[in-house]
């Protein structure tokens, strides 16, 4: 066998031994779990600091949104350990749950994509939205020990597309339901092997060509990535720091330096930790050092 196909065939292995890690682990049931809308996905569970504050003062909140690729059979119960491991930090955590893409969505059918269609529009976005602008009422009454003033928006993979997303509301087109008309009261963002540039990881093919079915298909994709993509929803105002697996396999290291790349230009300085000899995974796998980094990365925002 080829060196190049050795070198391939042992990164597959690490990438596949570290997915199992992640999913290894039991799913945490939340502390409390709160509804921001009448679907049944359009839920938060919250998950109460395990640690008292020195002086009972209020913690920062960290709120989560899930990857996997906008696809239905991805939901928030895969980073419920991910949410306890921070809440064993010491932080309040909102863990977002959002409607997702089934296999026979009508307005993408024939659209020629094999499988689950990811995402849904305007559903998928909607809900992003509205749990965002229903956090702090929520917060109040699920997590008194929480400071909504020190939030911290975090996501893995295409949550990280989200989270960025979230961030970046009032940058978006004047014609856009979601936009808001100031910034969005975050300490910072932290975007965890995000699918941050879509033109990017379009090209890549990332998560099967998950980009263009969360925009509807293949004619809808021009028209509405102005309202989606993170990389064109530039500067945001608001501190942000990509991590970075520099192995992963899944969302590519070129997919974040795109988007860094991106905000430069647009004169914003955005934070890029890349972690030597990591994949995808261990960004939210309490078992790998990588997430110990993710929990520092959220810390020194958050504080």
């Not at 059918?109 to 998928?124: D, F, I, K, N």
């Not at 008309?181 to 300490?187: E, Q």
Request: aromatic residues 6%; proline residues 8%; glycine residues 8%.
């Amino acid at each position: 066998m080829p060196d190049d196909a050795v070198g391939r065939a042992a990164a597959e292995a690490r990438a596949a031994a570290e997915e199992e890690s992640a999913f290894s682990h039991p799913v945490v049931d939340p502390d409390v779990t709160l509804a921001y809308g009448d679907d049944p996905d359009q839920v938060i569970d919250f998950y109460a600091p395990r640690e008292t504050a020195p002086g009972g003062r209020l913690v920062p909140l960290v709120v989560v949104l899930h990857g996997g690729a906008w696809r239905a059979r991805y939901d928030r119960r895969h980073v419920t350990p991910f949410a306890d491991f921070l809440a064993r930090r010491g932080f309040a955590v909102a863990n977002v749950e959002y409607r997702r893409g089934g296999a026979a969505l009508p307005a993408q059918r024939g659209a020629g994509e094999a499988g689950p269609v990811a995402g849904r529009w305007p559903e998928t976005f909607d809900d992003v939205a509205a749990a965002m602008d229903a956090l702090p009422a929520l917060v109040r009454e699920a997590l008194p020990q929480a400071d909504p003033r020190r939030m911290v928006v975090t996501g893995h993979s295409a949550g990280g597309h989200l989270a960025l997303w979230a961030a970046a509301r009032h940058v978006l087109p004047a014609d856009a339901v979601w936009r808001t008309d100031r910034p969005a009261p975050l300490r910072g963002v932290v975007a965890l092997a995000p699918i941050a540039d879509f033109t990017v990881a379009d090209k890549l093919d990332v998560c099967g060509g998950a980009c263009r079915q969360l925009l509807g298909g293949e004619e809808a994709f021009t028209e509405r990535v102005p309202y989606a993509d993170p990389a064109l929803l530039l500067p945001t105002g608001i501190a942000t720091t990509l991590v970075q697996g520099r192995a992963d396999l899944v969302v590519p290291q070129a997919v974040a330096e795109a988007y860094a790349d991106a905000a430069a230009k647009a004169g914003e300085v955005v934070g890029l930790t890349l972690l030597e000899e990591a994949g995808h995974f261990p960004l939210i796998d309490p078992a790998a050092d990588a997430c110990a980094v993710v929990a520092e990365e959220i810390a020194q925002l958050a504080w």
